[in-house]
């Protein structure tokens, strides 16, 4: 099988188990490197080995474990999931992910950010912000909301398969439901637009097959539709689709830069989880808000007990 061939049927299994575009993309580029570095190799070496030496090559690159996990990854679903080949031994080639803090910005730069960021390209990005601190969502998560997903009469909204494929269900601050009620106003404008264009709303998966009005649906509408219609890279149709997260990001950096301060949109998380569990909020049902499968991972967020550990140069004074 040549590359070309190769790079086809990943994509082709991987639409077949419903993988975002974007990890889609991510491990075809793996591919396309791998094709390329075993060219250099003996075809009698066993498959095993050749991925040994590729993400050996890597580590001399020095690239991070994740990046090196993220290709093995790749790889692996190839052999095993559109070869059907079982490969022997392959947990062995795995690198070891560093154990890093997670950094949570004090509540007081939190602050600063929400009065200062901006609405970026008339997209309503404060709100976005608003919803990444204040739910603990992923970047992602606030985008693909749905208007089917909201229950603003429970103060709750769903997210549909998250990390890991998992819904979950998230409680909605007070203090945000006007302007979500605001939001959904306007996202009506463009949906009552799209039904009078016929631009159809982007179903997951193949639903506008099985339920063809459904891409018409208002309760099919995203919360945060993009503003102008967009060419579906699979099916290359035009449809409609939710904002980007590169504007969330952009809306960020610049109030940051004006602020003088070093935030990432995901460390609004971080700071979720950390400024509730300082607030003594229960760790168990923080886990259940964030999706983390392990209480670990929550518990991941507390330094507190570390930091209250007297040090015994004190004593000593």
Known sequence: MNA???????????????????????????????CAYVKKLS????????????????AKDDVSASTQNQ????????????????????????AKRAAFIRRAPPESEVRSLLNDVRDESAYPVRLIVKLL???GLRITEPLSIRIRDLDL???????????????????????????????????????????AAQVPI??????????????FSWHWAWLFPQIAPCQDPRTDQ????????????????NSCRRLNLDIKPHE??????THSLNHQQNPRAIQEAMGHKSLETTMGYMHAETLSVRSPLETLA
């Open 71 to 94: 290709a093995f990854n790749a790889l692996l679903f190839f052999y095993q999931d559109c070869l059907g080949q079982k490969l022997q031994g392959v947990d062995s080639l795995r």
């Open 202 to 215: 982007k179903l997951p998966s193949r639903m506008d097959r099985k339920y063809p009005g459904a891409k």
């Open 238 to 253: 035009t449809v409609r689709w939710h904002m980007l997260e590169s504007c969330v990001q952009r809306a960020v950096k």
């Open 268 to 273: 609004l998380r971080h700071a979720y989880a």
């Open 153 to 195: 009469p429970g103060s709750r909204f769903i997210i549909r398969q998250g990390k890991g494929r998992k819904d979950r269900m998230v409680a909605i601050p007070c203090l945000l439901i006007r302007e979500i009620e605001a939001q959904i106003a306007t996202a009506k404008v463009t949906w009552q637009r799209d039904v």
């Open 4 to 34: 070309i061939s190769a790079e086809q049927k990943l994509r082709e299994v991987a639409r077949l188990k419903h993988f975002a575009l974007s990890t889609e993309d991510s491990y075809a580029g793996w591919l396309r490197r791998y």
């Open 133 to 135: 601190y204040g739910c």
């Open 43 to 58: 075809p009698a070496l066993a498959s095993e080995r050749k991925m040994e030496l590729f993400l050996t090559a890597l």
